[in-house]
C-alpha cells in the first residue's frame, strides 16, 4: 500500500474504530493531522517515504533555528537540541524497514505523547498507527 492508501486507510479505520470504542463520530478537523502523520509514522523506517522526508525537513529546521538562537544568545540549549536531534535522525537511519516501527509496541509507544492532548487524541494516534500495520499485514506486537 502507498502513502495515499495508508492515508486513506487510515482515516476511513479511525472514524469507525472511533465510533465503535467512544460512540460518537470524531468531529475535530484537527485531529486530521494525528491521522495524517500516525498513519504514516511507521514508514519512517524507510529513506523513501513521504513522511522520512517530512521527517528530514523538520529536522534540518529545527537544526536551523536552533543554530540562529545559538548565534543571537549562546545558549548551550540551542547546542544541546541539535545534538538530540542528530541523535534522533542517526537513530532513525539505523532502523531496518518494516522492523521495529512496523510494531504494536511501538504504537502503543508514539500514541503515549499524545495523552498531552487528550485520551481521545491518543486513542486516536494509535488506531491511525495500527492501520498502517493492517494495511503492510505486519500485525505483530515486538
Ligand atoms: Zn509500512
Redesign the pocket.
Known sequence: ?NWKG?LIFGIILTIIVYYFLMGEIVSYWKVLLVVMVYSLL??ID?ES?IIFRIFLAVCFSLMLVMLVLFYLYKSNYSLITIVAIVGTMLAIYGLS??GM??SLLLAIIFSLPLLFFSFEVSIIGFIAYVS??I??S?LKFI
Open positions: 500500500m495508508h511507521p514508514d524507510s517515504s524497514h518494516r516501527t512496523h498502517h500495520l494495511g503492510d505486519e
